[in-house]
Nanobody, 125 residues
Framework: VQLQASGGGLVQAGGSLRLSCAASGRTLSGYSMGWFRQAPGKEREFVAAIRASGGSTYYPDSVKGRFTISRDNAKNTVYLQMNSLKPEDTAVYYC???????????????????WGQGTQVTVSS
């Protein structure tokens, strides 16, 4: 699976962005999908995930209520809608895919096999 993340950019605090992760090579319908981010000098951080079956979602407290992950299997694309952005959301955002994840594995980056190249999100204060 090849993943291509896009949609990043520069936005003011309080603004919104929608990231997209388009897949090629295989259909995403059988994959759990995750979004992660990494700011300079910091470790990679889990942002959101959606399971392959049932579509249940998982968010850390830092983005819950502000970010929404969704998927369009017909378009082979996963989205991350980010609202009420804060300067601390500034990072490179990566999408990732994996098969066979149980719910508790969704936030674990080491469980994902395929990764996109990342898209920069910068939130100015």
């Amino acid at each position: 699976v090849q993943l291509q993340a896009s949609g990043g950019g520069l936005v003011q605090a309080g603004g919104s962005l929608r990231l997209s992760c388009a897949a090629s090579g295989r259909t995403l319908s059988g994959y759990s999908m995750g979004w992660f981010r990494q700011a300079p000098g910091k470790e990679r951080e889990f942002v959101a995930a959606i399971r392959a079956s049932g579509g249940s979602t998982y968010y850390p407290d830092s983005v819950k209520g502000r970010f929404t992950i969704s998927r369009d299997n017909a378009k082979n694309t996963v989205y991350l809608q980010m609202n009420s952005l804060k300067p601390e959301d500034t990072a490179v955002y990566y999408c990732a895919a994996a098969q066979g994840l149980i719910y508790s594995d969704l936030p674990r980056g080491s469980r994902y096999l395929y990764w996109g190249q990342g898209t920069q999100v910068t939130v100015s204060s």
